[in-house]
């Protein structure tokens, strides 16, 4: 049997107001979430069924709301939450990685996005 296995959720795409300055609040922009779930196998492998695994469309639903929830100046903070709320919903989840993009961060320079990473073990 499998000591764990990794469930992702690759570059989900939401619309919010997250920052710390005012125009961040007022104007809004696109954050993109990974989220790399170690899983307890039990015996959802073995029998096929999702009642023992994490259900990745309910996973999705839960980042969603967060990301798209009350405001935050860090998406550090961000991050850490849906990590917390993953594994609270989820009694499967071992470690959440929790990955937030914000590509249009207010920095005097050229950049693709800032990102930020956090760990969570349950």
Same mark, same amino acid.
């Given at each position: 049997?499998?000591?764990?296995?990794? $469930? *992702?959720?690759?570059?989900?795409?939401?619309?919010?107001?997250? /920052? #710390?300055?005012?125009?961040?609040?007022?104007? /809004? &922009?696109?954050?993109?979430?990974?989220?790399?779930?170690? =899983?307890? !196998?039990?015996?959802?492998?073995? %029998?096929?069924? +999702?009642? /023992? %695994?994490?259900?990745?469309?309910?996973?999705?639903?839960? +980042?969603?709301?967060?990301? %798209? /929830?009350?405001?935050?100046?860090? $998406?550090?903070?961000?991050?850490?939450? #849906?990590?917390?709320?993953?594994?609270? *919903?989820?009694? &499967?989840?071992?470690?959440? *990685? +929790? %990955? =937030? *993009?914000?590509?249009?961060? !207010?920095? !005097?320079? @050229?950049?693709?996005? #800032?990102? @930020? =990473? #956090?760990?969570?073990?349950?």
């Amino acid at each position: 049997m499998a000591e764990s296995y990794t $469930i *992702r959720l690759v570059n989900c795409a939401f619309f919010a107001r997250h /920052g #710390v300055h005012d125009e961040e609040e007022f104007l /809004g &922009q696109r954050f993109f979430v990974d989220a790399e779930l170690e =899983v307890e !196998p039990g015996r959802a492998l073995e %029998t096929d069924s +999702i009642e /023992g %695994t994490v259900d990745y469309g309910v996973a999705f639903k839960v +980042i969603e709301e967060i990301i %798209t /929830g009350k405001r935050r100046f860090l $998406i550090e903070a961000l991050a850490l939450e #849906v990590a917390r709320a993953l594994t609270s *919903r989820f009694s &499967q989840i071992r470690r959440a *990685r +929790i %990955t =937030v *993009r914000k590509p249009n961060a !207010p920095v !005097p320079g @050229v950049l693709d996005h #800032v990102e @930020v =990473v #956090v760990d969570h073990r349950a």
